[in-house]
């Protein structure tokens, strides 16, 4: 999987924000007051949401990737430096190997080393570039035993344990918020459930009654209220199980494309 840049991502916000401008300006223009103009916002919402989405998603999988792969790493500098080879071979052996994602990166810090950079630079030049949570916490570790003239090949072995116990609990972390991640999309659908039975067994009902038909909302503008309501519902219950589940708001973006998509689906084939 591609590693997603930072300007990439500010280009994806940029270019779907002005696409979602621009039909919501459409439909401002020609389809005011007509029953499409909800379904054009939110069309735009989605169009401006999906992209960046997408790129976070993709991001995430490749820093997961990462970092579950460090102690691998880490255990075969171990094993090399076991056999008697020193460091720079160490890592040049090590690149040779498949470590997903972090194949390219280790391979660019062999050939910055090859050209004179020293190995500390190279190393803190590979946490610049992946900045993953775990490279953050073990590169410093690694260069300041470098820099304080101590047997660093003894460091490996600890950190790689460091690191697995750390992903062990992240992912004990990500199974414990499950759960609450399917709750807010049970709520999400219990609460559309709610607004349809609402609909059909009671406002549509009543509207057609002489005297509270008059005293009632249209069944048109009252679905329209509901409609606006689950978009709303669907927009924020996203953010909050991004939030919940990987501890960021922009990992709510494709929850918000699928809660999103799934209740213009549902008024679209029951209403």
Known sequence: MPKIEKWEKKIAWVVSSVLGGAIILTAYVTLWNSPLFDEYVLLAILVTILPPAVLDYIDYLW??????????????????????????????????????????ELRKMVA???????????????????????????????????????????????IGKFVESTLTLDKEIRAQTRPYVAIVYVAFFVFLFTVILLLKSLFFDMAELPIMGAAL???????????????????????????????????????????????????????
């Open 63 to 104: 820093r997961r990737s990462i970092d579950e792969r460090l102690p691998d790493l880490f255990r075969s500098i171990v094993q090399a430096q076991q056999i008697g080879m020193p460091l720079p071979q160490a890592l040049e052996e090590a690149s040779k190997r498949s470590y997903g994602p972090l194949t390219k």
């Open 112 to 158: 910055q080393m090859s050209w004179g950079m020293s190995f500390e630079q190279a190393f803190e030049s590979t946490s610049k570039r992946v900045n993953t949570v775990l490279m953050r916490r073990t590169v410093p570790l690694i260069v300041e035993a470098s820099r304080s003239g101590g047997r660093i090949e003894k460091i490996f072995a600890p």
């Open 217 to 271: 909302l249209t069944p048109e503008a009252t679905s329209k209220i509901f409609f606006h309501m689950s978009v709303n519902q669907a927009f924020f219950n996203g953010l909050i199980a991004g939030k919940m589940s990987e501890g960021t708001i922009g990992a709510g973006l494709k929850h918000c494309v699928i809660l999103l998509t799934s209740g213009y689906i549902v008024f679209k084939l029951v209403l």
